[in-house]
């Protein structure tokens, strides 16, 4: 059973578009994130979501919203995309919210946005 | 502020050889360095991590990594590569005071038979 999962694997859309990726994970986690990954492998974290705690990183423009329905899922809405938006966007989750040197954080397998 | 340096951004060798994929880092504060691995259509899988304890961390599948303060590396090694571990690996360098993770560009590892 996959741990983590996302959809869809690729997305392809015109700017000034309004899209979603789903992120979902079946281990129980209690703490969910949303990185990107940009043209040169860089992955910075955008989003941290634990227990309705929402910990935003700062550079993150306010197009971007996660959305949580439950513990198990963390969706990326990303509103009036742009070109600079193209990237890959990685979910992952953990245990806890005390960072990735007390608790492991495990990975989707990313989703691919092109913004043409 | 942190960062890490990934000194290759392709290693090649030979089924049976040894591998090693070079890391430095920065940290203003004592932090935990990790090697993620990840497959071609896959997550990101964690191999190792060091934090402030043995300098010397064993890992998954043979791999291991040392801590060096002096040198600021967290060198990747592996005594003998299968066909298996041809991916992409990432170092990565977290402050342990939050939970910001900074990756390094990656090294894609290629292995020959």
């Known amino acids: 059973d996959t741990a983590v999962s996302q959809t869809p694997k690729y997305l392809v859309t015109q700017m000034g578009n309004d899209k979603s990726i789903k992120c979902e994970q079946n281990l129980g986690h209690d703490t969910m994130y949303w990185y990107k990954q940009d043209s040169k492998k860089f992955l910075k974290i955008m989003f941290s979501?634990?227990?309705?705690?929402?910990?935003i990183n700062e550079t993150v423009p306010n197009r971007f919203s996660p959305k949580s329905p439950d513990k198990a899922h963390l969706n990326l809405h990303i509103n009036s995309l742009e070109l600079g938006d193209s990237a890959v966007y990685f979910c992952?989750?953990?245990?806890?919210?005390?960072?990735?040197?007390?608790?492991?954080?495990?990975f989707g397998p990313g989703t691919r946005l092109t913004v043409t | 502020a942190q960062s890490v340096t990934q000194l290759d951004s392709h290693v090649s060798v030979s089924e049976g050889t040894p591998v090693l994929l070079r890391c430095n880092y920065s940290s203003s504060y004592s932090p935990s360095l990790f090697w993620y691995v990840q497959h071609p259509n896959k997550g990101l899988q964690l191999l190792l991590k060091?934090?402030?304890?043995?300098?010397l961390v064993k890992g998954i599948n043979g791999f291991e990594a040392e801590f060096k303060k002096s040198e600021t590396s967290f060198h990747l090694t592996k005594p003998s590569a299968h066909m298996s571990d041809a991916a992409e690996y990432f170092c990565?360098?977290?402050?342990?005071?939050?939970?910001?993770?900074?990756f390094g560009a990656g090294t894609r590892l290629t292995v020959k038979p």
């Open positions: 992952a989750s953990s245990q806890g919210l005390a960072g990735p040197a007390f608790y492991e954080q495990y």
């Open positions: 979501y634990n227990n309705k705690e929402l910990i």
């Open positions: 060091y934090t402030s304890a043995a300098t």
């Open positions: 990565v360098v977290s402050d342990n005071n939050n939970n910001d993770m900074r």
